[in-house]
């Protein structure tokens, strides 16, 4: 079978593929999941997950390697990380173990849509768990469907890195303290979506959100964090307990330490104290490196290495981490897992 997909101009949108995986969680155990051919959700309108989001996503990419075989990043994490959402949820947790054979199995059964090497696509996986069920007061479903499809996507950036400009919001926050902000769950990207709006309206990138509690501190993009390099040649990022926790920003602190010898930290990262970083970027498995050209905040633009090209230790993390990803760069231990396809 040949498909007819133009690798080359993949967006990031839904595409029905043939295969998805589905496991349901009831009289409080999973069942084995397996794989469907059904791309529609049977739930019941009552459902926990429809009326006081508890649910939770993931997002996660597979990607073919130069020598064509296929490999996901870290998708132990994307587990680990599920795990800890669904206990702040009171959801049960997704087994390490169901949650990468489910990946590995949807991405097998759909390995003809994994984009060749050179378009620089990937497919993306989300996996989604949700609380369902006949619960119509407020307390936690009985009942869970864990569930992974996924679709090919393209490379965020065609013409190569290019910085884009972001504005720091002041009027809304995407979470609150001690709130879900460090849970990757809808909810947050709900409160998100009228300042994402108003951002791109004013023709920003996104919004940069601050600490709740004071307002001075950088937290994260709606869905990336933040990280600066600063004058002096350090990978600094914000440490908050109300931050996603992004994967990509764990393996680039890595990378800048291990692979590039900077010195790498998390900390307060002041808004009215840019000026001390050279370079800053956005990072996340959707984009990896969105590159900051400049952010506004309140009356003050802030340029970082230039509006228009990318500075060079922004570049060599990018190269870094894309090399891995795509099996061209020696991962570190345990971050690639190959998916054995009989083609
Ligand atoms: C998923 C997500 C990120 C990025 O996390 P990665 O693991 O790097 O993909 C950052 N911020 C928010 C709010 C997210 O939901």
Redesign the pocket.
């Known amino acids: 079978m040949t498909l007819n997909i133009d690798w080359e101009n993949l967006g990031f949108t839904y595409m029905n593929l043939p295969y998805r995986f589905i496991a349901h969680f009831k009289d409080g155990q999973w069942d084995n999941g397996g794989l469907t051919e059904d791309a529609t959700l049977h739930l019941s309108e009552s459902s926990p997950a429809l009326h006081y989001g508890q649910q939770a996503f ?3 990419k597979a990607y073919r390697t130069k020598s064509c075989e296929i490999q996901l990043f870290r998708p132990d ?2 587990a680990e ?1 599920l795990q800890r959402t669904a206990r702040r949820l009171l959801m049960p947790e997704v087994p390490t173990e169901l949650f990468i054979n489910a990946a590995k199995a949807v991405v097998k059964a759909n390995h003809q849509y994994v984009p060749p090497y050179e378009s620089g696509g990937s497919l993306y996986l989300r996996p989604l768990l949700i609380g369902v069920g006949d619960v119509i007061g407020v307390q936690p479903a009985q009942e869970y469907i864990f569930t992974i499809f996924a679709m090919p996507v393209g490379n965020y950036f065609k013409g190569g890195l290019t910085p884009t400009n972001f504005i720091v919001s002041r009027d809304f926050d ?1 979470a609150a303290p001690h709130g879900t ?1 460090a849970a ?1 769950v809808g909810g ?2 709900a409160a998100s979506l009228l300042p994402g709006q108003k951002a791109h309206d004013a023709g920003y990138s996104d919004v940069i959100y601050l600490d709740p509690a004071t307002h001075t501190k950088i937290e ?6 933040f990280f600066g390099i600063t004058k002096d040649n350090e990978f600094v990022t914000p440490l908050s307990p109300s ?7 764990y393996s680039l602190l890595y990378l800048a330490e291990h692979r590039l010898g900077l010195k790498a930290s998390e900390g307060d990262v002041y808004v009215d104290d840019l000026e001390k970083f050279s370079e800053a970027g956005a ?4 984009a990896v490196i969105s590159p900051i050209g400049g952010i506004q905040n309140g009356d003050n633009y802030h340029v970082f290495y230039s509006e228009t090209e990318v500075g060079p230790i922004t570049r060599q993390l990018y190269n870094e981490l894309v090399g891995i990803q795509k099996g061209d760069v020696t991962a570190p231990e345990g971050w690639i897992y190959k998916v054995e396809i009989d083609e």
């Open positions: 993931e997002g996660l994490q994307n990380r995407r902000g990757k947050n990207y994260e993009v709606g869905s990336a964090n931050i996603l926790p992004s994967i990509t920003k990072c996340g498995t959707a």
